[in-house]
């Protein structure tokens, strides 16, 4: 069974640009998780999509978002991206049903700001 | 709110020593998960071990073993005999039931184990 994948691996951009990333979720899990990770903030939750809809969402500015298509690939979108936005984002698919739900993560984008 | 809290930033020690990593975390609720996960350099998360709210029986993994105390709401986890492969940052998490299914991650502990 495949793993989550994430794409791509490594992103440069500059302050302004914007940029999108994608997680491709294990083959029947529904739900998907953004997580950034900065050395300053450590870990935290962005938002999680489930059968196309957003379901839960961190504390995190308008300037990120995501979606999530049918066939439970998600995108997350960053617009114009600041220099507090290099990080590494984790994904994470679950089946998202109630109860507990394994999470499984992506390798991880790297995204450098210049 | 919920809360987790991972005192020691970075700990290094020598091959062969045993060593405990800390984690506290705060949760009102009484149905959660708790999480270690293991970071290496290449940045991906591995998981090593859940504990439900429920199973407080410790655990033994080879070299890995794990302590929760619901009492003092702790989960550390302890490396006996530590080789220079289990060098990595160490997240511990808490996962709820209720609610937002979102983990809620320490700030993590950089291992370093020296030759």
């Known amino acids: 069974k495949a793993g989550v994948t994430q794409t791509p691996r490594y992103l440069i951009k500059t302050r302004g640009q914007q940029v999108t990333l994608s997680c491709s979720p294990i083959?029947?899990?529904?739900?998907v998780s953004w997580y950034q990770q900065t050395p300053g903030q450590g870990l935290q939750f962005l938002f999680e999509y489930f059968s196309e809809t957003q379901r839960n969402k961190g504390n995190f500015p308008g300037r990120f978002s995501g979606r999530q298509f049918s066939n439970s690939r998600s995108e997350m979108n960053v617009s114009t991206l600041e220099l507090g936005d290099s990080a590494l984002y984790l994904c994470?698919?679950?089946?998202?049903?109630?109860?507990?739900?394994?999470?499984?993560f992506g390798p991880g984008t790297r995204l450098t700001v210049l | 709110a919920q809360k987790v809290t991972q005192a020691q930033t970075e700990i290094s020690v020598v091959e062969k020593e045993d060593v405990t990593l800390d984690c506290v975390y705060e949760t009102r609720d009484t149905t959660y998960y708790l999480f270690w996960y293991k970071q290496p350099p290449s940045g991906e998360l591995v998981f090593l071990i859940r504990r439900n709210s429920f199973d407080e029986q410790n655990e033994i993994s080879g070299r890995y073993s794990w302590n929760f105390q619901k009492s003092t709401s702790s989960f550390n986890f302890t490396i006996t005999a530590s080789q220079v492969v289990d060098s990595a940052v160490y997240f511990c998490a808490l996962l709820l039931i209720q609610g937002a299914q979102k983990l809620v991650f320490g700030q993590g502990t950089r291992l370093t184990i020296n030759p």
């Open positions: 994470a698919s679950s089946r998202g049903t109630s109860g507990y739900n394994e999470q499984f």
């Open positions: 083959s029947g899990h529904r739900s």
